[in-house]
């Protein structure tokens, strides 16, 4: 009896609050990416949540000409492994921070 309890584990869910997330890259964002990845491993539901970003130009050539296009990460995204990412429209406003981040620092 005491093995089955020892086996049955508490799965929770978690929620990860990083102004530094995908599509930037970086110490942070590796660490909140790699956390998230590993706590989904061991069953439990994790989800990232972040500002959208303007990502730079994605710029498609063909032999006549060139279309530059700016992307925008936004809305709700999963990752490899099924990892949820909600990008919430924040204003960001110094190096990537919101205001949530300059109120607390």
């Keep these: 009896m005491a093995q089955s309890h020892q086996l ?3 799965r929770f869910s978690i929620a990860m609050v990083c ?3 995908y599509p930037r890259l970086g110490g942070v964002e590796n660490h909140i990416w790699s956390l998230a990845f590993h706590l989904q491993r061991l069953g439990h539901k ?3 949540i972040t500002h959208a970003y ?3 130009d994605n710029e498609y050539s063909d032999e006549d000409t060139t279309i530059r296009q700016k992307s925008k990460r936004s809305g709700v995204r999963y990752l490899p492994g099924g990892l949820k ?3 919430c429209p924040f204003l960001p406003m110094v190096d990537e921070d919101c205001m949530p ?3 607390v620092s």
Excluded: G, L, M
Aim: proline share 6%; net charge positive; aromatic share 28%.
């Design 54 to 56: 303007i990502c730079p």
């Design 85 to 87: 990412v909600y990008y």
């Design 8 to 10: 049955q584990r508490r």
């Design 19 to 21: 102004d530094f997330f």
């Design 46 to 48: 994790v989800i990232v």
């Design 101 to 103: 981040t300059f109120t």
